[in-house]
């Protein structure tokens, strides 16, 4: 069975998730990209994925109601222990195609050895 290490998702600032400058809440963004670092891992537990046991969680810019942000979450590391996935929050824009930075995180998840189903090892 092969997984799906890499996930893309969009997220739309609005009204109810901003402060009232119009900003985007960083909780808000942080409870999103944590539950998107999941995406990767799950097909290597046989249950529920655990909590993860470190992270790194960083704003570069801030963002406004109504920008559309893509997550991206990607798995990029695997060992004995742990699988570390990484997130990168792009904002679109308006000129020449480019995306700017809003957040990167990164996210370890044990490898729970009693869970961890040895025929989905290769990535």
């Known amino acids: 069975m092969k997984t799906n290490t890499h ?3 969009s997220f739309i600032v609005t009204k109810k998730i901003s402060n009232a400058n119009g900003f985007l809440l960083p909780s808000t963004l942080y ?11 799950k097909g290597f537990y046989l249950q529920d994925v655990p909590e993860f046991t470190d992270y790194k969680f960083k704003m ?3 963002a406004f109601i109504k920008d559309k942000l893509t ?3 990607q798995l990029v590391k695997q060992t004995t222990t742990s699988f ?3 997130i990168l929050v792009t ?3 308006t000129t020449l195609n480019h995306h700017e930075r809003v957040c ?4 370890n998840f044990p490898v729970n050895n009693t869970e961890f189903t040895e025929s989905k ?3």
């Open 71 to 73: 997550i991206q979450a």
């Open 91 to 93: 904002k679109a824009k």
């Open 31 to 41: 409870d999103a990209v944590k539950d998107i670092a999941t995406i990767p891992v």
């Open 104 to 107: 990167s995180a990164l996210f």
């Open 84 to 86: 570390t996935v990484n």
């Open 121 to 123: 090892t290769a990535c």
């Open 60 to 62: 570069h810019k801030n």
């Open 7 to 9: 996930t893309n998702a």
